[in-house]
DNA sequence: TCCGGAAACTAACGTACCTTCGTTTCCAGC
DNA sequence: GCTGGAAACGAAGGTACGTTAGTTTCCGGA
């Protein structure tokens, strides 16, 4: 046997991704094996190297790809929104808890599987991550500038807050009691009373 | 050479669970091996095996003491307060948040390391946060029916407000810019003022 | 003081892992 | 229709891991 009949590079390395996205999710990284991932794709271990350099290069590829769709589809998401404060506030939190219910293995990952990097894949992700909390935090200073927000320290509050809103991704399911909508409402209303002026 | 001189059973056990906890903290339970824990030790690989059963049991292990730790302070914390619902409201929000600066490596352990577990052990510990978040549930049931709290919905926001307070533990690192005593300040408002009555 | 067991050592077993190699077959552009 | 490269295969190399076995030395209670 050799080449099998149908077979298409693009559509390997596609399967590849989401089989690695299901299996490091449910096992982790290190407990992840090559045998396990080429299984679930349907193809030999040996195969996988058609189409990945390795498995530490799977990991920060798929790692820098995400983050890198996560600080994209936020740009856009604030720029939709309108010019006032409060209305990119409401699209960067509301934008982040969609994202995290829809893309929640992804981000799991992103969040728990940096100490897998080799250092130099580690600190480009590192930085980006840096990006995406400055964003934030850029924003709750210029509510405090403006007087609509009431925040003792910018840069514990905008961690606390992630910490918080990304906290969904643990346990969110979809088909739930509550729908992705409401879970949205809910969270930004208790993200916005922690630091609404009064 | 055979048993070392000033060798003692109780200190090398709580130096294998000390090594345990830092090497998994750093690189996780899977990737930990135990060659490089015996070494952190100092003492030969095989010598781990006259303190513990195996490296599945030593996680399981760890866990369940952690968790009973994390329960135990916890109820000792709700009986110091008094009886008012405000102040053991603060007295669990503060002592989660003192406990998860303080035991940070526990805790993101017992958080991350639960898909490391046979099933039997995860049962059990999850169980036993189960048990510890339904306690914060209960006292925002209370505070509704008190009419001091507002809350959308008990669960959702026990998990949000959990989350919150559980992410300092990722980035807190003693000797920083704030005390102890600050976050936890900083942390009790923000979490009430999510759910405060207005 | 003596002796049983605790606690360490060295050596090694079997397995499982990531990766490489050489080969074979299929797809696609000319 | 040919042909070069893409994409799969089977086999195996080399390492590292968890664990066991057997042995040796030290501690602490009688």
Known sequence: MARITGSNGARTAAAIRRAALKLIYRQ???AMNLRDLAAEVGIQPSSLY???PGK???LSDMMREH???LLDSTEAA???AGPALMDRLRAFIGHHVLYHM???QEVYIANFELRALDPASRARIVALRNGYEARLMGLLEEGVALGELEVADIRVTAFAMLAMLTG???WYRPGGRLGKAELVQLHTELALNGIRRR
Chains 1, 2 share one sequence.
């Open 28 to 30: 982790g990284f290190a």
């Open 50 to 52: 058609n189409h990945i």
């Open 56 to 58: 530490q290069a799977l």
């Open 67 to 69: 983050m890198e769709v």
């Open 78 to 80: 604030l720029a939709a």
């Open 102 to 104: 829809e893309r929640r």
């Open 168 to 170: 969904i991704c643990t």
